[in-house]
């Protein structure tokens, strides 16, 4: 089932404020109670939740990008070592 959430579109960081509706009507429904009671209609954006990571809208969700990190130093000398024994002697530094 697609639970839609409500996101702050001004801060993305902070994620998900308000989740917990499963239909998009439900949703937009909730989004035009929060402007009746005075936000601004351009910082709430509804958005379909990942289904894997709570609190996270599906797409740019941060918990599936972690599955594709950016290389930490600790990867490159994984790499390195990898190289190393490939090609032993060739990346060494006298
Ligand atoms: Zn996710």
Redesign the pocket.
């Known amino acids: 089932m697609t639970e839609y959430g409500l996101f702050n579109e001004l801060d993305r960081t902070e994620g998900c404020f308000e989740a917990g509706m499963y239909t998009r009507e439900e949703a937009d429904a909730r989004r035009l109670e929060y402007i009746a009671e005075g936000e601004d209609p351009e910082d709430i954006v509804v958005a379909e939740l ?1 289904p ?2 709570e609190g ?1 809208a599906k797409n740019g ?1 941060e ?2 990008d972690t599955e594709h990190p950016e290389p930490t130093l600790e990867d490159y000398s994984t790499a390195a070592r990898h190289i190393e024994n490939l090609m032993p002697g060739r990346w060494r530094r006298s």
């Open positions: 990942c894997e990571h996270q969700c918990g599936c």
